[in-house]
T-cell receptor, first 118, second 112 residues
Framework: DGGITQSPKYLFRKEGQNVTLSCEQN?????MYWYRQDPGQGLRLIYY???????QKGDIAEGYSVSREKKESFPLTVTSAQKNPTAFYLC?????????????????FGAGSRLTVL | SQQGEEDPQALSIQEGENATMNCSYK?????LQWYRQNSGRGLVHLIL???NEREKHSGRLRVTLDTSKKSSSLLITASRAADTASYFC????????????WGAGTKLIIKP
């Protein structure tokens, strides 16, 4: 079955450490996204990517980095520069352009990764 | 700042009753989407309604859009325990070509 796989589901990090969250999709979607979700708030966009080797910053990119070496994969690194990294991280993808949301071009989400800083 | 704001923040009803959630937004939109999130899971798309549409149906779901009031409502009829989840609206502002703006969600609890 097609879908998005995020790993790990739970991750604990010590302050000062970088961690990488994995996101893999087999939907043949071009656009991929990383969102951060905090309790009582809406999703906030960290980064998005339209094609391989290209990605754009969202509203809260500081302290995060991404890569898009393969169409299927869009890993997110939470660096030590991110001051408050404890959150639920969601990866999503969609067909078509990253800058067009209409009709069937809606987001498909992974199950999320919960990062806790100790 | 948040574009979409859901109301109420939390809603608890008996199984079989109808549940209504509202979403208000600030700027003109291209479309508005509703998503569901079960606890600790990813979001699932429910319905997309375009700015020139007033109502859409999908099974037990009915979405309305009032662009003059900048608001939308999601109605779930004959609720079931499995409908227990958080519901989010996301808007695509007219002047944005890439970013959905998300509300904080309504937490719906269906009591058996």
């Amino acid at each position: 079955d097609g879908g998005i796989t995020q790993s790990p589901k739970y991750l604990f990090r010590k302050e000062g450490q970088n961690v990488t969250l994995s996101c893999e999709q087999n939907l043949n979607h071009d656009a991929m996204y990383w969102y951060r979700q905090d309790p009582g708030q809406g999703l906030r966009l960290i980064y998005y990517s339209q094609i391989v080797n290209d990605f754009q910053k969202g509203d809260i990119a500081e302290g995060y980095s991404v890569s898009r070496e393969k169409k299927e994969s869009f890993p997110l690194t939470v660096t030590s520069a991110q001051k408050n990294p404890t959150a639920f991280y969601l990866c999503a993808s969609k067909s078509g352009s990253a800058v067009s949301f209409s009709g069937a071009n809606v987001l498909t989400f992974g199950a999320g990764s919960r990062l806790t800083v100790l | 700042s948040q574009q979409g704001e859901e109301d109420p923040q939390a809603l608890s009803i008996q199984e079989g009753e109808n549940a209504t959630m509202n979403c208000s937004y600030k700027t003109s939109i291209n479309n508005l989407q509703w998503y569901r999130q079960n606890s600790g899971r990813g979001l699932v798309h429910l319905i997309l309604i375009r700015s020139n549409e007033r109502e859409k149906h999908s099974g037990r779901l009915r979405v309305t859009l009032d662009t003059s009031k900048k608001s939308s409502s999601l109605l779930i009829t004959a609720s079931r325990a499995a409908d227990t989840a958080s519901y989010f609206c996301a808007t695509l502002p007219m002047d944005s070509n890439y970013q959905l703006i998300w509300g904080a969600g309504t937490k719906l609890i269906i009591k058996p």
